[in-house]
């Protein structure tokens, strides 16, 4: 099935500091990827929908300077979290649209596996 | 816009327990239906899913069936196990990018 791969896997970094997180898909194109994020016995929050050539779709009350999105291929897209303070510590966590299930005809995500960010 | 409620736990269950977690939905048109799961310290996968009114979804002995009359769909397991214990997520689509909406999780503890 479809697979998208996650990377760092953790990453603790100094405040102040930039952190760059990739979202890839492997073995099938993506041109919508998701970026969620994930506090503490929360849900997952929708940050941003990433489009491959176009400029990334931020949720309301989401930091678009201080969280960039790039999606330059159909199959990776990134985040980076610019001067990173430690409330932004948290679980991130990629999604991309599958293709099709023709089954089912549902439009299935695939999930990464999560990045977890402390910041010190 | 469209929403999901999930029962709040955490839950805690013996080994072979039945287990049912309660999911409810509002939302507009025929949304599909998703239930995730997520493992101590790892990302989100996809546990079973229905596209439409009066489908089961079933996978690893769960099962949930897509109730459009009760805007429900209640993940149930007959006999829980230990490697059952994980985050388990309500999902539906809706979202104006083609996102999934989630419930706020279940936290589901299996004790031998």
């Known amino acids: 099935g479809a697979v998208v791969s996650q990377h760092p896997s953790r990453v603790i970094c100094k405040s102040g500091t930039s952190v760059k997180i990739e979202c890839r898909s492997l073995d099938f194109q993506a041109t919508t990827m998701f970026w969620y994020r994930q506090f503490p016995k929360k849900s997952l929050m929708l940050m941003a929908t990433s489009n491959e050539g176009s400029k990334a779709t931020y949720e309301q009350g989401v930091e678009k300077d201080k969280f960039l999105i790039n999606h330059a291929s159909l199959t990776l897209s990134t985040l980076t979290v610019t001067s990173a303070h430690p409330e932004d510590s948290s679980f991130y966590i990629c999604?991309?649209?599958?293709?099709?299930?023709?089954?089912?005809?549902?439009?299935?995500?695939?999930f990464g596996a999560g990045s977890r960010l402390t910041v010190l | 816009g469209n929403s999901v409620t999930q029962m709040e736990g955490p839950v805690t269950l013996s080994e072979e327990a039945f287990l049912t977690i309660n999911c409810t939905y509002t939302a507009t048109g025929y949304p599909s239906l998703f239930w995730y799961v997520q493992y101590p310290g790892e990302g989100l996968q996809l546990l079973l899913k229905?596209?439409?009114?009066?489908d089961k979804g079933s996978n690893k002995g769960f099962e949930a069936t897509y109730r459009k009359e009760t805007t429900s769909f209640h993940l149930e397991k007959g006999s829980v196990q230990v490697s059952d214990s994980a985050v388990y997520f309500c999902?539906?689509?809706?979202?104006?990018?083609?996102?999934?909406?989630f419930g706020k999780g279940t936290k589901l503890s299996v004790k031998p």
């Open positions: 229905a596209t439409k009114a009066d």
């Open positions: 999604s991309a649209r599958a293709p099709l299930d023709s089954g089912s005809g549902a439009n299935v995500l695939t």
């Open positions: 999902a539906l689509t809706g979202g104006s990018q083609g996102n999934l909406i």
